[in-house]
């Protein structure tokens, strides 16, 4: 085995390093939403942005902060203009710088809406021939609302005024965000395994096309479609509708929603009503009808008495025609017993020749399978003896091969030993003369303890700090020279 020898690095050399590899990846323009955005005294912008998969921390110099055209809130859906990533050897960090900051368009949202809605309606989920149907009487109403929203309040209250008697079962979860098609999709698998509930009302209170970002999401739309329970949806207050409205029933407001899922306790009555007015006068209507079947009663009575000629006629023909059918059976019946019994004869006779022929094969079998048994048993013997031999030959082959392969490890064994001792005896140099501070050399950081790895960093009059040896050195930037990278 070769060894190679490398010097050791300090960490700090080592952390250059891997800043400049960290710069190679170069700038991108990427989208996320904004999580716990916060400025310093010196105007610093430092926030997270995550997908719901991923999170990067952000950082904004001063001088770019001052020039943003919107300043970030929790919760913004942004695309990010990044110069490059940075390496913040202090505390092992990486984050990544950014200059430019915008919200993420409503043309790019309703463009995402309408392709997705495209690729729904290609699927044939937007059929409403395939949504689930809604029952006519569910024992329990799940809401799928905010916590403490008004989409659930309105809902509930409007449950309750159109049917008193309902169930209803609430499960909350967010509804905006990048959090939010997670939440609503794990809500609408849990209450589809409640044991009680019926339909499912998705609700919330409207906003624009991006609050209402979560509700145009592939996974929520195909989660609502797949349910085994009937799902409406009810996003009110807004003219932007949502692509999961296409994919299954839907009210205008979530106020509304009860119209689609309950009936109305007014309407019931009046049907209750009127069927209890049905049942009193079936009464009076089974006594007309038993007046009209005595009538039809009576008329039947004499049709009998006019007909008795004619079904007497009738009688004594269909004797005639019973004698001649059973005349003609009893001769069929004769010719087939006298076909039955040859049959039976000569089937006798031919089992009797095939127990013959059975007999006389089993027989021959018997003889060839003991011929078989004795040649098998003599060349197993056979087999057993080569192969014993064949073995004996393999086990000295292998027992000369295991003895030269002891050998040359033991060789090897003392080459990597004294290759281990050489290098050990290298290491040590390195490690006495780790320190390079005294041979001249300084490590620089700003104010606000970044490192300076470049004079490009810097800006006239900034304060930074020189460290040294025995000490620290504070200094300012005065005459700041950039050395053009070569191309």
């Known amino acids: 085995m070769s060894h190679v020898n490398l010097a050791a690095l300090s960490v700090a050399e080592y952390a250059t390093r891997i800043g400049v590899a960290l710069r190679d990846v170069g700038g991108a323009v ?37 020039r943003l055209q919107h300043q970030p809130r929790h919760g913004d859906l942004v695309q990010l203009t990044v110069d490059r990533p940075d390496f913040y050897a202090q505390q092992g960090r990486v984050s990544v710088i950014v200059s430019r900051i915008e919200l993420a368009g409503e043309g790019e949202l309703l463009r995402r809406r309408d392709e997705l809605l495209r690729r729904l309606t290609t699927d044939g989920l937007c059929d409403p021939d395939r949504w689930k149907p809604l029952p006519r009487f569910p024992r329990a109403v799940g809401v799928i609302a905010g916590r403490g929203s008004d989409g659930l309040a309105d809902v509930a209250r409007a ?18 965000g990048v959090e939010a098609p997670g939440e609503l999709v794990d809500a609408l698998a849990r209450m589809q395994e409640h044991s009680v509930v019926d339909v499912v009302v998705l609700a919330r209170g409207g906003g624009s096309v991006q609050d209402l970002v979560a509700f145009d999401d592939e996974r929520v739309c195909r989660a609502v479609h797949a349910c085994a329970t009937p799902v409406v949806c009810a996003v009110g207050h807004t003219e932007n509708v949502p692509v999961c409205n296409h994919v299954t029933h839907h009210a205008a407001t979530p106020s509304r929603a009860p119209e689609l899922v309950v009936p109305d306790a007014t309407d019931v009555r009046g049907q209750l009503r009127l069927a209890a007015r049905q049942l009193a006068d079936v009464a009076s209507r089974v006594d007309r009808m038993r007046t009209d079947v005595r009538a039809a009663g009576a ?32 001769v069929a019946l004769s010719a087939a017993s006298d076909a039955l019994r040859g049959a039976r004869m000569a089937l006798d006779a031919r ?4 127990d013959a022929e059975a007999r006389r094969v089993a027989a021959g079998t018997r003889r060839q399978l003991a011929d078989h048994e004795r040649d098998y048993g003599h060349a197993l013997s056979r087999l057993c003896r080569e ?7 393999a086990l000295g082959h292998h027992a000369d091969a295991l003895q030269r ?12 030993l004294a290759g281990a001792e050489r290098a050990l005896r290298h290491a040590c140099d390195v490690i006495a003369a780790r320190d390079f501070r005294p041979r001249g050399w300084l490590l620089a950081s700003t104010s606000d ?5 470049s004079a490009r960093s810097l800006t006239p009059g900034e304060r930074m700090l020189l460290h040294l040896r025995d000490g620290d050195v504070g200094a300012v930037a005065a005459d700041i020279q ?3 990278e070569p191309p």
């Open 351 to 354: 089992r009797a020749e095939v």
């Open 405 to 416: 392969e002891a050998t040359a490890l033991a060789r090897r064994a003392e080459l990597h």
């Open 449 to 453: 303890g970044c490192a300076v790895a």
């Open 299 to 330: 008329l039947l009575n004499v049709r009998r008495t006019l007909d008795g000629a004619t079904l007497n006629a009738l009688a004594t023909r269909i004797d005639a025609r019973a004698h001649a059918f059973f005349a003609e059976r009893n």
């Open 482 to 484: 950039v050395q053009e």
């Open 159 to 176: 449950l309750q005024d159109r049917w008193p008697p309902v169930h209803v079962v609430t499960c909350a979860a967010r509804v905006q």
């Open 30 to 66: 990427i989208e996320g939403e904004v999580q716990k955005p916060t400025r310093t005294d010196r105007g610093m912008l430092f926030f997270e942005v995550t997908d719901g998969d991923a999170r990067l921390a952000c950082k904004v110099f001063p001088r770019d902060a001052r």
């Open 387 to 393: 192969s014993a031999r064949a073995a004996r030959r």
